[in-house]
């Protein structure tokens, strides 16, 4: 027993030893790797993780610049910025979204409007986004957050800059607005290598001049290297280098002049576009109505997006700049001057109308706007009455590819190059247009139809007004411009942009004369804007038009009572004044408002009245009835 006792606890010593070798081994390897892996670390890959270590302690930042100024050409501001707090949420850092929402209300007021918007943003935007679900924020919502802060991951305030429209709607079409940068934004952001500028900046311009002088109004981003601790905060700043604030923009527009333009209009549609002949300065750009550029910043509400864009009136439509609309008898000053230019007509040569028109060999009449006609026309008493039966057969004996020719000058049919995105370029018809839109030949009803504007004729008011303005400075056509200047944030240089001239009128000062004396006779007694050039202490020329919106048979009377408001004949008016130096060229036009002596010219007017004499009016222009009516 003994001996088998001390044999046991011989082999249980040697497992023991066996076991500690093991062990001891063991340890080594492990201590081994250990000191390789620190080796490793420390020594070997010391600079790649040194680099790592001051990249978590050091943040950059970026710092957005100030967005430059709009304002007008007497100083008033119509575009500034104005720092609020903000409270954001990332949703890619909170877990239950909703919940976390209807916890903020116990603290912050976050009304259904702002839900709304929120989700709305959460749409469009990458879920790593900081999205704002209240703006503006006082003080006092501010400290009951802050206080609150820990319990909600992902949710945080910020200071933000905020752009406001201080005129509301008022020249909403030229500036434009903001709007939260979107994918697609981005996109393009990468495409043209700005990306890195826009960091930290959450909103850019999305139409108008907001959208078209981008570059200049938003400047260059500044950056501020600090370091944080564990947490992520910052404790203290090691390097800064200041943004460079956007460019500030002078426009052309006049504000008072354009409130009243777009007073005179009152509750009716339409546009109404002003320049400076020498110049090409776009004194006033309405588009009626209009809409209130602040609902956009923010993002818009659905509430407010369904009551723009499903309204009848369309409010969101740019009319000056894209609307696109025949013509009417505004076309028969340029019609005038193109006859005396190619010697198709002569000052002397006059006509007996009948109050049609037949062309050979067809038995179609084309009625002119009278019954039973003007009696005996010629040049400039074809302007005063705007005889259509005097137009029929000039446009018949020039042919449409001369017609056409000579109105491309004036750029109808392509775009005036004004500066700001979105233009539309009308139709100057011709056989050749026709072909191609259409592969049909063209017929001389067709010619007949553009010799008073209509047919296949479409122009926008920026387009007349471009080309009034032509007339009225003496065949010189100037590039229209909304910018006039544009103002260095940073250094306050002023660097102006208006007087280029684009091209010269292919026609004699002589003709252009003619056509000016009758354009001035349209607003004297017996012309078609008689009533309102009535009391003028100035002399003003200009050409009254009205526009089909709907056909009528041949031998059917057009009842302006008998039909749909919104199917009437559009009204249009183009002048300039004074006629002897003019200051003003403008085109203006009001949707189904009927006659253009009626409805369009007195809006004209009430503008002259303000610019020239200062006249403040205090109502709309009225609907007047004329004796005389065009087409």
């Known amino acids: ?215 200049e109004l938003h400047g260059t981003t500044g950056f501020e290297e600090v370091e944080t601790d564990a947490g992520g905060r910052a404790v203290r700043s090691l390097r800064r280098q200041e943004p460079v604030p956007g460019n500030n923009l002078v426009l ?53 997006w369904d009551m723009l864009n499903n309204s009848l009136d369309k409010p969101l439509n740019n009319r000056a700049l894209r609307g696109q609309y025949p013509p009417g008898s505004t076309y028969k000053p340029f019609m005038a001057l193109a006859g005396l230019h190619t010697n198709t007509r002569s000052p002397s040569y006059s006509i007996s109308d009948p109050g049609y028109f037949m062309l050979p060999p067809s038995s179609h009449h084309y009625r002119d706007w009278k019954a039973g006609g003007h009696g005996v026309v010629d040049l400039q008493r074809s302007l005063v009455i705007s005889c259509d039966t005097y137009y029929y057969g000039l446009a018949n004996d020039m042919g449409a590819e001369t017609i056409s020719k000579f109105m491309d000058q004036f750029s109808f049919g392509k775009k005036t190059g004004i500066d700001v995105d979105g233009e539309l370029s009308g139709i100057n018809p011709s056989p050749e247009w026709k072909r191609k839109r259409y592969k049909q030949k063209w017929y001389g009803g067709d010619t007949i139809s553009i010799g008073i504007g209509q047919g296949y004729n479409l122009a926008t008011p920026l387009q007349l007004a471009h080309g009034t303005a032509m007339l009225a400075n003496n065949g010189v056509a100037m590039r229209p411009r909304l910018v006039k200047a544009i103002q260095e944030g940073s250094t306050g240089k002023i660097k102006s942009l208006s007087g280029e001239e684009i091209r010269r009128g292919n026609f004699s000062m002589e003709h252009l004369d003619l056509v000016k004396q009758a354009m001035v006779a349209v607003t004297k007694p017996g012309g078609t804007a008689a009533v309102a050039g009535a009391g003028a202490t100035y002399n003003f020329a200009g050409k009254t038009g009205t526009a089909q919106v709907v056909g009528i048979k041949q031998n059917e009377k057009y009842v302006e009572a008998n039909v749909d408001e919104r199917l009437r004949d559009h009204a249009l008016f183009v002048a300039f004044a004074p006629a002897e130096l003019p200051r003003i060229a403008l085109a203006v036009l009001v949707e189904n408002g009927g006659h253009g002596g009626s409805a369009a010219a007195p809006i004209a007017r009430q503008v002259f009245d303000y610019l020239l004499l200062g006249k403040i009016p205090n109502t709309p222009a009225p609907a007047l009835k004329e004796e005389t009516e065009d087409d």
């Open 252 to 304: 052309s527009i006049d504000i008072k002049l354009q409130k009243v333009a777009e007073k005179a209009f009152g509750d009716r549609r339409g546009a109404l576009v002003a320049i400076e002949p020498s110049t090409g300065e776009v004194l006033a750009f309405v588009s009626q109505p209009g809409y209130d550029p602040n609902l956009f910043v923010d993002g818009i509400d659905q509430t407010s």
């Open 1 to 215: 027993m003994e001996g088998s006792t001390l044999k046991n606890q011989q082999s249980e010593l040697q497992q023991f030893r066996l076991r500690l070798f093991v062990a001891s081994i063991m340890a080594l390897l492990l201590a081994g790797v250990l000191v390789a892996r620190f080796v490793y670390l420390q020594i070997l890959r010391h600079d790649h993780y040194h680099t790592q270590a001051e990249a978590n302690r050091i943040s950059i930042l970026p710092i957005v610049p100030n967005r430059g100024l709009i304002i007008d050409r007497n100083g008033v501001v119509l575009a500034y910025n104005y720092p609020a707090y903000t409270l954001e949420v990332t949703p890619s850092k909170v877990d239950k979204l909703d919940e976390t929402l209807d916890e903020l209300e116990k603290i912050v007021t976050i009304t259904p409007r702002d839900r709304k918007r929120f989700n709305k943003l959460l749409e469009e935007s990458r879920n790593f986004d900081s999205l704002p679900v209240r703006t503006r924020l006082n003080e006092d919502e501010a400290a009951r957050f802050a206080v609150n802060r820990y319990r909600f991951p992902g949710v945080e305030i910020k200071a933000r800059l905020f752009r406001m429209y201080p005129e509301d709607s008022s020249a909403s079409h030229a500036i434009g607005y903001i709007g939260r940068i979107n994918e697609a934004d981005l996109k393009k952001l990468d495409t043209e290598d700005k990306a890195a500028n826009y960091r930290g900046t959450d909103h850019l311009g999305k139409i108008g001049i907001e959208q078209s002088y981008e570059n």
